[in-house]
DNA sequence: ATAATGACGTGAT
DNA sequence: AATCACGCCATTA
């Protein structure tokens, strides 16, 4: 069975830790598609499974970047909980 | 198969 | 510093 792009980001995805941030871009070079952080973004985008810390995936020019479960707000609470900031 | 979409990235205004 | 314009690419319709 063959993984699809999505499947590899929401596995890389998964692998952050608590306290550690990636940028979309990092991401998409990891999963193996260097250039496609706007890719990742349409994955995370679709994706609702709770076991993927979405939140944890930055831009790369320093903004949090949006978030699916409230917004750049909730995002950038749930990073300051995890000490990320 | 083709067209539209967007949780990006970088360089130019 | 803030905004605009364009390129990028997997996903969705």
Do not use: W
């Amino acid at each position: 069975m063959k993984l699809s792009f999505a499947d590899r980001v929401r596995t890389i995805v998964r692998g952050i830790r608590k306290g550690q941030t990636m940028t979309y871009g990092q991401v998409a070079a990891v999963a193996g598609q260097p250039g496609a952080a706007r890719s990742v973004g349409t994955v995370m985008k679709n994706n609702y499974d709770d076991s993927v810390p979405c939140h944890r995936v930055v831009r790369a020019d320093g903004k949090i970047g949006d978030y699916n479960r409230g917004g750049e707000a909730r995002k950038r609470a749930l990073l300051q909980e995890e000490g990320a900031l």
